[in-house]
Every structure is written in C-alpha cells, then in structure tokens.
C-alpha cells in the first residue's frame, strides 16, 4: 500500500491528470476538470493530461478528475487541493484566518450547490455500445437521484435552476467590479468559479448557458481568467 509522495519537489515533476474525453464529459465533470486545470495553473505545477473513457471507474469514489502523483491517486477538486496545501504550495497560503475562512465559505457552496444543480443526462453513455448505453446511463441517474435526496438537494430542473441562479448572485456580489475574489490574488476559489462558470458557458445547452448572462461581471471574470488560454 502506498504510504506517501515523495517528500522533496520530485512529486511536481511526475503529475498526472486523468480525465474524460469532452464529448463524455457531464457539466459538472467539465466544471471539475477544468477548475483542476486552473488550479495547477495557478499553483505553477506542471502536469501531463491523459484522456480515458473509463476515468470514472478508475476512481474509487467515482470522482473525477484524478490526479495521480506516484503512487498516490487523488480524485476531485477538493482532495486535489487539499493536497497541494499540504505541500505547502496552496494560493491561498497567505491568506489571513478570516478570509481563508471566507473563501472555504464560497468553495462550500459551490460544491454544495452549484455541482449537484448541474448534474444532466446529456450525452452520459453515447460512447458505449448497446445495450450497456441504456443500462449505464440508468445506473449513473439512479445513483445521482440518490445523491441528490440523501442532502435534500433539488431533483427537478426547475429547482436546480434556480439554485443555479442562486448561487451565480452569490458568486456576483462577492466579486463585484474586481476580476480577483480576494483582492488581487488569485485562490481556490477563483480557480473552482472559473472552472464551473466556463463549463456553464460553454455549455451546448442554450437554457443553461443563458443563466450565465445575467451576471455580467462573472462573465467578464471567466473571459479575462488569467490562465484559460493553456488550459
């Protein structure tokens, strides 16, 4: 079993990211994979990609995107950055306690919230063959219909569609006029926001890419993201 990373700066030359193809992708998994992305940008690590149909099932939670740092994997966004802070390479990591706090604040609600609104049907298993298209689309809703009543969260559209927009004003009125949540510095934060405000429009789903144009602001804080155009 593995044990740890290497304790020296090796482990920032050997990571890798596992992802779906993007035609595979849900909204959410490109949300995840692309605040991920942001993140390891904005961290200076450089990473190889490696695209995988079955990336899902090579997670044990069923997360993705994963990270692998020989020999440990790490799946998700939340686990990915809890191990960058650990070492010591967090953006965050001068924060003081109430703005660190703050912004975990906002992280919560976008993991909270936002990821379990987006979750759609759309193109989930068009890759497989018959009949494994019909049973594992069936399979992956049940469990997110599960999911989704064990924390109480919305199952009908409608609903979801309003926490959306719920948590887009939130995400509005913390940024306001700036393109930085937290002063001029960029955080996990900035990198999970951008990484699901992006998804969302670019999504091929017009209804959903519209509820984005209403916050103008989070618009122009996806399009001027300082690293989107290596990710």
Not at 59 to 67: E, K, L, N, R, T
Not at 158 to 176: E, F, H, M, W, Y
Request: neutral net charge; glycine residues 2%; proline residues 6%.
């Amino acid at each position: 079993m593995a044990t740890a990373p290497p304790s020296d700066e090796a482990w920032t030359k050997s990571i890798e990211l596992y992802c779906k193809p993007s035609d595979e992708e849900l909204l959410y998994e490109k949300g995840e994979k692309l605040a991920v992305k942001a993140y390891l940008a904005i961290s200076r690590l450089e990473y190889s990609v490696h695209v995988r149909s079955n990336t899902e099932f090579m997670s044990p939670s069923g997360v993705v995107p994963i990270i692998r740092v020989p020999p440990l994997f790490f799946c998700g966004f939340n686990a990915i950055a809890n191990f960058i802070e650990l070492k010591e390479r967090s953006a965050s990591s001068l924060l003081d306690s109430q703005t660190t706090a703050d912004m975990k604040a906002y992280i919560s609600l976008i993991q909270d919230k936002l990821l379990p609104a987006e979750l759609t049907k759309h193109k989930y298993g068009d890759n497989l063959p018959s009949p494994l298209n019909q049973i594992i689309p069936w399979l992956k809703r049940q469990s997110i219909i599960r999911s989704l009543r064990n924390r109480e969260l919305p199952i009908v559209y409608s609903d979801a569609k309003s926490t959306i927009k719920q948590v887009l004003q939130a995400l509005s009125n913390r940024l306001g006029t700036s393109l930085r949540f937290f002063d001029d510095r960029l955080t996990e934060l900035d990198a999970l926001a951008y990484g699901h405000l992006k998804s969302i429009q670019d999504c091929d789903l017009l209804e959903i890419r519209n509820l984005l144009t209403d916050y103008p602001n989070l618009v122009v804080f996806c399009n001027n993201f300082p690293v989107m155009n290596n990710l």
